[in-house]
Each structure stands twice: as C-alpha cells, then as structure tokens.
C-alpha cells in the first residue's frame, strides 16, 4: 500500500489549496478513505473521509470550507480547501483505516 499526498505549501488567511493523494498498491476504488492532519505539537486528527461510493464526512471546523472528493479510475484522493485559516496549519495525510501516507505541509500565516 502506498499513499503519497502533494499540494501542499504556504498561503495566506483565506486563500486556497488542493491536495491530491495518489494510491497504490491496494483495491482504492473499494476503500474508505480520509484526510487527516497534526498541527505542530498537537495529536493527529481527524479532518474529512469518503467512502467509496462517495459519502463525504468532514470534522466541523472545516465543514463548508473543504470538499473532499475522489476518482476511482485515477487512484487518487483530494482535499479542496478554501478560505484557509491560521488553526488549519498543519502536516496533511491522506489514509485508510490502517496505513497514513507520505504527508504534505500546509501552512496558512500572514
């Protein structure tokens, strides 16, 4: 199983990131997946999922700001967020209920 995540980088309150999460190694168009995140010094938590017909849960801090989707034939799993804040610094990795990938850093300062 390999889970390798990419997009992330350093933005501005407000601004926008895509994050894209590409799977291997594994039956992905049959698999639960989730986005998770550790902001600096803190326990990872959990941040949106979608199973794999396409129920999308997220935690209620970034309900209304990201959508996460999937495509089934590409392998691959994003995160739109939009309106970023401070609080959603943090190291971004894609999973499934028993493996975390490689993650991305997203850092939102002014």
């Known amino acids: 199983v390999q889970l390798q995540a990419s997009g992330g980088g350093s933005v501005q309150p407000g601004q926008s990131l895509r994050l894209s999460c590409v799977a291997s190694g594994f039956a992905f168009n049959r698999t639960y997946m989730r986005w998770v995140r550790q902001p600096p010094g803190q326990e990872t938590e959990f941040v949106a999922s979608?199973?794999?017909?396409?129920?999308?849960y997220y935690q209620d801090a970034v309900e209304g700001r990201f959508t996460i989707s999937r495509d089934n034939a590409k392998n691959v799993l994003y995160l739109q967020m939009n309106s970023l804040k401070s609080e959603d610094t943090a190291v971004y990795y894609c999973?499934?209920?028993?493996?975390r990938g490689r993650g991305t850093q997203v850092t939102v300062s002014s």
């Open positions: 979608m199973s794999s017909v396409g129920n999308a």
């Open positions: 999973a499934t209920d028993s493996v």
